[in-house]
């Protein structure tokens, strides 16, 4: 049987990839992921290929500078994310942070001109701090989904104030009639590249704790509870990870049997790990920052503007096509360390002298009974 006749067969394969690669004009390329007869391939545009790797390049690194020295805590009065690094690098992360996110307004996006750099008048330094520690977090904690390249701030925002890739919840629009319009065959958004189907999949599945469930597991529905329109959901949150990506659902599914893990490809636990990942952006670190932003960084419904996939990713199956962002910028690898309590501190401090002082006598009885040991052996020996 032949690939295409498979497709037919599994139907909403064959959907998507009209839809993701119907767009491209020919020659297509097509690659073999799986098994043959299963479907499993990738269809590529060469030409969509080249604008993706023309749009992925990386700016070149600020020259690295000492570790040595001393830290920013000592010397500066207000840095609770960045304190622990020296003052030459923190000095360099500043204009670093600087080039990703505000190359045009530079330092006073986030700094009052006239103003000690220790206050925190501008809300966009308040972000910017909660934005550090997110993204240390990332590269400390989430090794599962963003481990080899990792992230900085230049992963999302290249070079815009806020990434051009970000969404709030969604108002559905209402029919004349005043009922909520769930978008089924209106196709006019590009939040799920497009398609007939709710079109904020965001809110159940990367904000709110929901697992992404089509298929029973058993013959008949006993206990099974995906609706129609949660089904519809589900494959709304598809086509925003093909399209965030740039690629086919075989990129992870094998098309025979979505549901099943056994049969997936490794890149479909991957993805798993980065929707829990995402959902910890979106819950610990952004919305908390809504209580200061100003209004016109929320949503209709009041909210500050969140991550998913294609704001790290952008189209590309991995962002910067796989660039290693952490090799310059180390210094965003993992969280500042907990701050230490001042009284366990004197302590510690305490013991150690008290055990050095031990020590030392130990050392100094050694060596005087050494001393008399020697005086001994000489007198027997003479
Ligand atoms: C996108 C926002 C942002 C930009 C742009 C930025 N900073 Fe900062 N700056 C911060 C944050 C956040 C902190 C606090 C870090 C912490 O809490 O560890 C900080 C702290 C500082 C401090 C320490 C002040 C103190 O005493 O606590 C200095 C100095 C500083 N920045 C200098 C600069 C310079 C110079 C530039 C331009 C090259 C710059 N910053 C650009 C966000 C920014
Ligand atoms: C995973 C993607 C992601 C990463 C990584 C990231 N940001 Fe953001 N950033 C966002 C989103 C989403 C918003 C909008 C949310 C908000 O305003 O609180 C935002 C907003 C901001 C803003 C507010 C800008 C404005 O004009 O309102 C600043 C400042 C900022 N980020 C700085 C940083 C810095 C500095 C880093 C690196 C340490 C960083 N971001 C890393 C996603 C990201
Ligand atoms: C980047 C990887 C990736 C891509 C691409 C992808 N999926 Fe998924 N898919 C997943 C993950 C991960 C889950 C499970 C999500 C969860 O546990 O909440 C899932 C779940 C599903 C489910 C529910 C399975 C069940 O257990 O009932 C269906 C159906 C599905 N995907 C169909 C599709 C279709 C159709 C496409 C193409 C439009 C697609 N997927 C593209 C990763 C992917
Ligand atoms: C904070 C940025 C960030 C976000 C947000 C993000 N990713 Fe990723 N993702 C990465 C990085 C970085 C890699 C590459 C890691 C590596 O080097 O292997 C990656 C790799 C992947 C891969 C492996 C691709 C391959 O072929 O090797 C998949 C699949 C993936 N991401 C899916 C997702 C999905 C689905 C989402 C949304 C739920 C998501 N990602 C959100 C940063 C992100």
């Not at 980065?274 to 908390?288: A, F, L, R, S």
Request: net charge negative.
């Amino acid at each position: 049987m032949k690939i295409f006749d498979m497709k037919l067969f599994a139907g909403a394969s064959a959907l998507a990839t009209l839809m993701l690669s119907g767009c491209d004009l020919p020659p297509q390329e097509t690659v073999q992921r799986g098994y043959r007869g299963t479907g499993m391939e990738a269809v590529y545009s060469p030409e969509a290929l080249q604008e993706i790797v023309a749009a992925n390049q990386v700016p070149a690194a600020i020259p690295a500078v000492s570790a040595e020295g001393p830290k920013a805590a000592d010397i500066y009065q207000n840095v609770e994310v960045l304190g622990h690094l020296s003052v030459g690098e923190f000095t360099r992360l500043m204009a670093a942070i600087t080039q990703w996110v505000s190359p045009e307004q530079g330092c006073n996006y986030c700094h009052v001109a006239g103003e000690g750099f220790e206050e925190d008048t501008l809300y966009t330094k308040k972000v910017a701090r909660v934005m550090i520690a997110m993204t240390q977090n990332a590269n400390q904690n989430w090794g599962a989904h963003v481990g080899g390249a990792g992230v900085t701030c230049y992963t999302c925002h290249r070079g815009n104030n806020v990434p051009e890739q970000v969404w709030t919840i969604g108002v559905a629009p209402r029919h004349a009639s005043g009922h909520v319009h769930q978008m089924q065959n209106v196709a006019h958004q590009a939040s799920n590249a497009y398609a007939s189907l709710p079109f904020d999949p965001f809110t159940r599945y990367l904000l709110e704790d929901n697992a992404a469930r089509v298929a029973g597991d058993t013959a008949l529905p006993t206990g099974h509870e995906a609706s129609i329109e949660s089904t519809e959901y589900v494959y709304s949150l598809m086509m925003h990870y093909s399209d965030a990506l740039g690629v086919n659902c075989t990129h992870c599914h094998n098309s025979r049997a979505f549901a099943s893990w056994e049969q997936s490809n490794s890149e479909r636990v991957k993805a798993w790990h980065g929707q829990q990942m995402v959902k910890e952006m979106n819950n610990e670190y952004i919305n908390p920052t809504n209580a200061w932003l100003p209004a016109y960084r929320q949503g209709p419904l009041g909210d500050a503007q969140k991550v998913n996939c294609a704001t790290c990713h952008q189209g590309a199956y991995q962002p910067l096509l796989g660039a290693n962002m952490l090799a310059d910028y180390p210094n965003l690898g993992a969280l500042a360390p907990a701050p230490t309590d001042p009284v366990e501190e004197a302590i510690d401090a305490m013991e150690e002298m008290v055990e050095d002082a031990v020590e030392a006598i130990q050392g100094m009885e050694m060596e005087s009974a050494s001393l008399e040991q020697e005086d001994a052996s000489s007198g027997e020996a003479y």
